[in-house]
């Protein structure tokens, strides 16, 4: 939550986080530069440009790996919500691996010669028609642009200058800028390599990536929000399935989901997105009186959809009013930050 | 709704205390993940062959002419024997057809960074006159023999990555740089799966002895067999090739 932008709001997990991913990246970039060459049996060694343009570029088809990995595991299992609180730093972190690898491979492969470096890069094999001897580079181009640009809009000035959902659709570029990623090291290291561990490693890392998510989608179809029933007023459950401090998230007929939250023995409900970047609210819980979104803290009133002064986000908040122990929703959404009185649970409902 | 039983993670707070062997264990996964990752790709790369430069070598020699330079060494070294032909290169990924055409059929000094893979040699001139200017002395060109039509597998390549100026220099990761080569004129390279006459490569030519045509670009790095006349340039196999012919093989 912010009142002004700054670069990072450092905090000691964000140093933490950090560090780790620092240490990840530097022991795999150590390990293949430094430590790998004097295990090869090779005649002549490989050139050192190439050789660490391999490097980093391997490290940030790893990250990369990582990173699609999070989303779908904090999904799956919310121990991992730690790993997605500061994912964007390891994005930043993934582009300039990529920028590296490009830079070492661009400098050495397309230099020396007449034709510009840059210009040689997307004219220098134009075969599109054929497989074998594809101009692979293309992909890596694609996905260091989208990997630029998504890391250029990281920050919460872009999502609120873009409107959240513009800065998510933007932000799913990274699938296909992964596929391109795959593409790109499929038609071009993975074709000539005869040792087949590289192989092997993409192929288990991309389809961790496709089966985490497709887990994860399933587990959400299927999943633990119940549909409201109704046109009007919708039912959404009982008022004794909602745990104290915590929410009942459910599936309104337009297709947004309510998260019902119990405080004190009152009933409220706000939107299940959370206004920073669209966060299950619903999946997270209340916290000094305030529902706190699970994957980056952003912290909201019940009762009227706000954060607390001095911060500014709003959400939808609906009506909601008991029909015996059922909990009742106008499936209208409330203009963002619209107070609407709780609705006390009779102890009779609870017992 | 969250499982009320779970440790709840709130980034600008302190990590519940339930939560922290999870995030110690997921650190400590992580890190060995890269670190092992590391070590598997990088200590498993090929090969990239046994072409290297051989230190600077100054000889003399005849200048022939076959689309790309050649040189006939009337005047060696201890490294390169008298006899011997070099096929001939500037820097970066420039050729030295320019430089040499006007020299064709005189004797010159010849001075550049030698390459060496298997019978492949190639000299990386120096810059201007230091690299290749008319010399004194005698020579002519050997007479070329004929060898015959060639059915050949294997692979094009520029001459010059493959001698070792880049390891490896040849593959399709390394196409676009062997296009680029190639269009500078640097001499291609045919690496044949099988030797011929006792050679690995031949210098490729067009099927009239010129440059070598497109459909060489479009076939670059890949695995084809192609048809052709092969010529004995003193102890270099030349190879015009005939590019109705190619055939990309699986």
Known sequence: MSVKYVP?????????????????????????????????????????????????????????????????????DQRFLPLLYNRRHFGVMTVFVAITHASFII????????????????????????????????????????????????????????TPPVWKRLHYLIYPAYAAVVAHVALGVLLDAQNVTFLWIVLIGSLAVATLHLLAAFSETRGSDTRAEGTDWVRICDAHDITEGFAKIARLPGGDRVAV???????????????????????????????????????YDVRNGRSPAPFTEKIPT?????????VMVNPVANPPGTPVDPVPVPQEVLA | MSDPKKPFFVGYLPAPPDLRLFLIVSIVSFVVIFGATGLLIGSTQDDPGPGAG??????????????????????????????????????????AVG????????????????????????????????????????????????????????????????????????????????????AGEIPPVFVSSQPVEGSDFLMLTGPDGGVMPQEGYDAMAEYISVEGEITRHGDLLVFAMDPTTIEVLP
């Open chain 1, 8 to 76: 990072v709001q450092w905090n000691r997990n964000k140093w933490i986080y950090d560090a780790v991913m620092l240490a990840g990246v530097a022991l795999f970039l150590w390990i293949f530069v430094e430590l790998a060459p004097g295990l090869l049996s090779h005649e002549r060694p490989i050139n050192a440009p190439i050789h660490n343009g391999r490097a980093f570029g391997a490290c940030a088809f790893v990250m990369l790996t990582v990173i699609l990995c999070i989303g779908p595991l904090a999904r799956l």
């Open chain 1, 107 to 162: 400098d050495w492969y397309f230099n020396f010669s007449p034709t510009n470096k840059y210009v040689a890069v997307l004219s220098a094999n134009t075969d599109f028609g054929q497989a074998l001897g594809f101009p692979f580079e293309i992909f890596g181009v694609f996905a260091l642009i989208v990997l630029m640009i998504l890391s250029a809009t990281s920050h919460d000035f872009w999502m609120k200058f873009l």
């Open chain 1, 261 to 299: 939250f119990r405080q004190d023995g009152l009933l409220s409900a706000i939107s299940n997105a959370c206004a920073h970047q669209n966060g299950p609210l619903g999946e997270g819980k209340v916290i000094d009186c305030l529902v706190t979104c699970p994957w980056h803290g952003f912290q």
């Open chain 1, 318 to 326: 609906y009506d909601i009013r008991l029909h015996g122990s059922s």
């Open chain 2, 54 to 95: 051989q230190g600077r070598q100054t000889v003399t020699g005849v200048v022939e002419m076959i689309g790309y330079p050649v040189i006939h060494v009337t005047q060696g070294t201890d490294r390169i024997p008298t006899g011997r032909t070099l096929i001939l290169s500037s820097g970066g990924k420039n050729g």
């Open chain 2, 99 to 182: 430089r040499a055409a006007p020299l064709e059929g005189q004797v010159v000094q010849v001075s550049g960074l030698l390459l060496e893979r298997g019978e492949l040699d190639m000299v990386q001139l120096r810059g201007g006159n230091n690299g290749l200017q008319a010399a004194d002395g005698n020579g002519a060109v050997p007479r070329p023999k004929p060898l015959g039509r060639w059915k050949l597998a294997g692979e094009i390549c520029d001459g010059k990555c493959y001698a070792g100026i880049m390891r490896p220099g040849r593959g399709l990761a390394h196409r676009a740089c062997a296009n680029l080569c190639v």
